[in-house]
């Protein structure tokens, strides 16, 4: 069964950095499209960033120049650097694995929270 286990979420001050990884298990990992999602308290679920098998990458607005989607195929994990980080990047951030348009998967969440 696959599974995807995040880590690295925490409490950070406005301005400070955080590095999340995703290690995926029973799966071909090069093959799947990986992504990180968030959810606010009272949000809906929004994707945050998204990188392909080829590894290209896209971003949603608010995010772009500050975060970086990132993969290591040897370690199965997939990661997710943020700088400048900002209150309202407060959520819990979800690992998502896709292929095609069928299989998808997701990992528990990580809370990260942005407050001084």
């Known amino acids: 069964q696959v599974q995807l286990v995040e880590s690295g979420g925490g409490l950070v001050q406005p301005g400070g950095s955080l590095r999340l990884s995703c290690r995926a298990s029973?799966?071909?990992?090069?093959?799947?499209?990986m992504g990180w999602y968030r959810q606010a308290p009272g949000r809906q679920r929004e994707l945050v960033a998204r990188?392909?098998?080829?590894?290209?990458?896209n971003y949603t607005d608010p995010v772009k120049g500050r975060f970086t989607i990132s993969r290591d195929n040897a370690k199965n994990t997939v990661y997710l650097q943020m700088n400048s980080l900002k209150p309202e990047d407060t959520a819990v951030y979800y690992c998502?694995?896709?292929?095609?348009?069928?299989?998808?998967?997701w990992g528990q969440g990580t809370q990260v929270t942005v407050s001084s």
């Open positions: 990188i392909s098998h080829t590894a290209n990458t």
């Open positions: 998502n694995a896709q292929l095609g348009t069928t299989a998808v998967y």
């Open positions: 029973e799966m071909i990992f090069r093959i799947w499209t």
